[in-house]
């Protein structure tokens, strides 16, 4: 397994490109939800370009030291939404799909929690590696070789406060 490494501009081509796909498919969805925390800017920038309501229901599989330790899932209890309800096409999009286990998850809970509003689901992604047990309906990338994706927020995740405040105090 190789890395990807994946810069700001390269990740906001990438949702680039998938708006692209999604509007050649001609699919009318109007309603996006997003897997928060991957798929958080991916959700926010489709919502923009497309116009459409975003929701977010928060999913964590990952931890540990660097974020990369697999755990089981776990999914809020609820979406977060600002529309009075939730559409009836709705687009779900993550950053990524890799072992498959969020998508097949996510799609069984919308299923329990709201399969007598929705019509249909599609899912969206910017990366489907092949190890997944889910194909997503939409996708950019199509990795055979599986790679980690070191996305260009995971800076964040090694910083802290304390070090940020140090940084800003030099600069003044």
């Not at 009075?84 to 929690?113: F, N």
């Not at 689901?121 to 070789?145: E, G, H, M």
Request: one cysteine or more; glycine letters at 6%; aromatic letters at 10%.
């Amino acid at each position: 397994m190789t890395d990807l490494y994946v810069s700001w501009s390269e990740y906001h081509q990438q949702i680039e490109k998938l708006a692209v796909i999604l509007h050649q498919s001609g699919w009318p969805f109007n309603q996006i939800i997003c897997l928060a925390r991957g798929g958080l800017r991916v959700g926010d920038l489709l919502s923009r370009i497309y116009r459409q309501p975003l929701a977010i229901l928060a999913t964590s599989s990952y931890g540990g030291t660097q974020g990369q330790d697999r755990h089981q899932l776990t999914v809020s209890h609820d979406l977060t939404l600002a529309a009075p309800q939730l559409g009836h096409k709705v687009l779900l999009v993550d950053d990524l799909v890799d072992s498959g286990i969020t998508l097949e998850q996510t799609l069984i809970w919308l299923d329990r929690k709201y399969g007598n509003t929705i019509e249909e689901v599609r899912t969206a992604v910017i990366w489907y590696k092949a190890c997944s047990s889910i194909q997503p309906n939409y996708f950019v990338d199509y990795l055979a070789d599986n790679p980690w994706i070191h996305q260009p927020f995971e800076t964040y995740e090694q910083m802290t406060p304390q070090e940020l405040s140090e940084e800003y105090a030099s600069m003044d």
